[in-house]
């Protein structure tokens, strides 16, 4: 089970920030990666952003590319994704995912993702 635990609004103005965190539930056995994933009305899921829990290896996806920061706290069975210079384009359902498979893999959409959280909405508009 993954819970998702809000931090700041859900609606900002372009070039602004927000961060989204998410909880594993301790009763779920640690996936062996976590990660992100969204998806706008009318267009494909897109992986975000991914970190494998063992040594914090991360991957993401173009789009988000040296805008958004994935990390993870072990202890916390946590990961949160820090999300700068936003635009109108990362208007979207964000979910918290996580997987027993390669992160490279959850981002191409080649692997599914084992379990997800209930997403939260993300709106960039000025």
């Known amino acids: 089970q993954l819970r998702l635990v809000e931090s700041g609004p859900h609606l900002v103005q372009p070039g602004g920030s927000l961060r989204l965190t998410c909880l594993v539930s301790?009763?779920?056995?640690?996936?062996?990666?976590v990660g992100w994933f969204r998806q706008a009305p009318g267009k494909e899921r897109e992986g975000i952003s991914c970190i494998r829990r063992r040594d914090g290896t991360t991957v993401y996806g173009d789009s988000v590319k040296g805008r958004f920061r994935i990390f993870r706290d072990n202890a916390k069975m946590s990961a949160t994704l820090q999300m700068n210079e936003l635009k109108p384009e990362d208007t979207a359902m964000y979910y918290c995912?996580?997987?027993?498979?390669?992160?490279?893999?959850?981002?191409?959409?080649?692997?599914?993702?084992?379990?997800w959280g209930q997403g939260a909405q993300v709106t960039v508009n000025g």
């Open positions: 301790r009763d779920t056995a640690a996936p062996y990666v």
């Open positions: 995912a996580a997987g027993a498979g390669f992160c490279v893999d959850y981002i191409k959409g080649t692997s599914e993702w084992d379990f």
